[in-house]
């Protein structure tokens, strides 16, 4: 009988990119993938180890497999990615039912680590973080029709806040041949909406060819059959460029839809945080970006009690969200995070931070709603992704992101995984749209 490996992942899409490659690995050399953990003869877990919540969540989860394990409905705990690079000693230490961990560097010996584990032998494998990227197959497990294309890895921005350079490495481009292929292979396996992800892809091939390289992928991506969408996630608002923002407003495959995070708007505190560029840079290249893509749609990342963040520029922060009118946000209470610069800076208490988190919410909020409100009556390009027991159809339009944005409710004939014309009708109070497919 095969072996069973179950395997959970948590935090960021980039982690699920190396979670379905480690999918592959493991059928390619003849496991067989388990649908829960419970009486699977392992569990693998792949961690996010960014902030405090992602830390309690990948802690909660191994201790949660612990408990099957001890009553003898688990076999194997094999825990990887950002968790285990950052804290490598305390996993082993503090969390002995753990039988293996690897890095962030090792997701493709994760073969020989489970084979290891089967006979009973200790596994710890930590390969250089900032090694070139392995190119390794991946089972897709998103969709239908949608997929996330990793194109870098690691950051050299080294924002004072963030230890992603510190766990993921240096940041590493993929040979663009390499990325082209697999986007090809994607659209073959009938792929149509493609998400470009990395920490920083306005930042593409500047390692490899010396040069910006997003415009270049975009448009070779664009020119591959099946390919209808494209959608761009982690853009840094000072990588942007004049060919760039060419390419996004004259190719219609890239949605009108751009990640940007900015983190706050208030000079002192990017600087503090080595953010490259002022809040005025920021004013002016929404404004341009706006000017220059019709219909432009808008999401950032906000933190709110950074170091140096005092009810003035709290306020500045609150002011430009009302002057922007950023149609998409995710805001987060500043997390002083271990081996950092920021966490050794003066701030407000945690529960300080999080009241203004929940105000600036507030504001987005009835930003949002104003944005959807504006959609009622227009019609938008929806990916039908399933359908409830009465036959509505459930989607997402073009400005709405898998996981973090709204959802589409509508009657007509969908069709899984197809791109179709809705027209929008209402919005519900939980701020989804609804609407009817157009004949």
Known sequence: MDRTIALISLGCAKNLVNSEQML???????YALAPSPEGADAVIINTCGFIDAAKSEAI?????????KADGKLGKIIVTGC?????RAAVTDELPEVDAILGVGSFGDIVPAVDTVFEGKPVSIFADNSAPIDEIPRVVSTGPSWAYLRIAEGCDNFCAFCAIPYIRGRYRSRDIENVVEEARDLASHGVKEIIVIAQDITRYGTDLYGKRCLAELCRRISDIDGVEWIRLHYTYPDQFDDELIDEIAQNPKIVKYLDIPIQHIN??????MNRHGTGDDIRELFKTLRRRIPGLVLRTSLISGLPGEGEEEFEELCS???EAKIERAGVFPFSPEEGTPAAKMEHVPFEEAQRRADLIMDIQARIMDDFAASLVGKVLPVICTDHDEDGTWIGRSCYDSPDIDGLVFFEGRGGEGQIVNVRITAVSDDGNLIGKEEE
């Open 267 to 272: 000079n002192k505190i990017l600087k503090t």
């Open 60 to 68: 909660d989860t191994i201790l949660e497999m612990a408990k099957l």
């Open 24 to 30: 592959y690995l493991l059928s390619e050399a003849g």
């Open 83 to 87: 968790l285990t690079e950052r804290y």
């Open 320 to 322: 430009f969200l009302l």
